[in-house]
């Protein structure tokens, strides 16, 4: 599978980086610069920091891939696990105008917003892949507003590490580092294709997580904290994939 060799080829590089002292200094050096992602224990630990490490030291400013108009997928394809349409009707407020968002934690104001008070701020569109861990992938043109502008509105704190999202989705959580929270292709996702965002891809509103895969673009979200440890959500790994196997972070 693709991410796997593009991992390998990370791994390797930050163990020739490392010299030939090899990994155990590579760790190392992760540790000492704050490298280690949350589901750093068990059987794939040691690969996961690697993998984390490399790309925060080579790539931390890299945009992801963006496509001409032209390539944008005549049919995107929605993963089917969800069931959107009982979960919105299981929701207070399904208006999109009304879609509500509170972002809490280590912030100088927390606030709940409406999606209308985010769609006031500055918004950013970009043609980008999502790709599924399982194999498939399309493009489309995501429009929103990217979240470094919500947590500069919000005021971070100085020790604020990552920012937690929440789905209404119930089991759907996740979490990324400031490197990717205040990236400028994170945006919290309103738009698709020219017209709103539909239920199916996330709509009223997803998080757009463009340099990783697709898992970490939750859908439907209501709630932003931001913390400086995810040690106290669910069990500590950093969002719910690491407890079936899946890395926290994928970034491709
Ligand atoms: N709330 C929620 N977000 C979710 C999911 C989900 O089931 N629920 N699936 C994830 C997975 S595994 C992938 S690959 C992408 C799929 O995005 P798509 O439906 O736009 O293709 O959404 C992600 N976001
Ligand atoms: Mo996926």
Redesign the pocket.
């Known amino acids: 599978m693709k991410p796997i060799s593009r991992r390998k080829l990370m791994t390797t590089g930050l163990a020739a980086t490392a010299g030939l002292a090899g990994l155990a200094t590579a760790d190392l050096l992760a540790q000492r610069y704050g490298l280690i992602p949350p589901d750093h224990r068990g059987l794939y630990g040691p690969g996961e920091t690697l993998t984390y490490a490399a790309q925060r030291l080579l790539t931390r400013h890299s945009l992801a891939r963006e496509f001409p108009p032209s390539m944008i997928s005549k049919e ?7 069931s959107p349409k009982d979960l919105l009707q299981s929701l207070p407020a399904h208006n999109h105008g009304n879609w509500p968002l509170t972002i809490d934690g280590m912030v100088a104001r927390p606030t709940s917003l409406a999606l209308s008070d985010l769609k006031s701020l500055p918004m950013r569109s970009q043609i980008t892949e ?5 194999g ?1 992938s ?1 493009i ?1 043109q995501w429009i929103g507003t990217p979240l470094i502008d919500v947590l500069h509105a919000v005021g971070l704190h100085p020790q604020a590490r990552y920012v937690v999202y929440f ?3 119930k ?2 959580w996740d979490s990324i580092d400031m490197a990717d929270a205040l990236h400028p292709q994170t945006l919290l996702t309103w738009g698709m294709n020219d017209g709103d965002l539909p239920v ?3 709509g009223p509103l ?1 998080m757009r997580v463009s340099r990783q ?8 979200i209501t709630r932003l904290t931001v913390t400086d440890s995810l040690k106290g959500f669910g069990k500590g790994l950093g969002s719910a994939e690491p407890e079936f196997g899946y890395a926290w972070y994928a970034g491709i």
């Open positions: 995107p394809f929605a993963n089917p696990a969800v999502v790709a599924c861990e399982e498939w399309y489309a789905s209404a989705d089991e759907w199916a891809f996330g997803r895969l697709g898992y970490k673009s939750v859908k439907y």
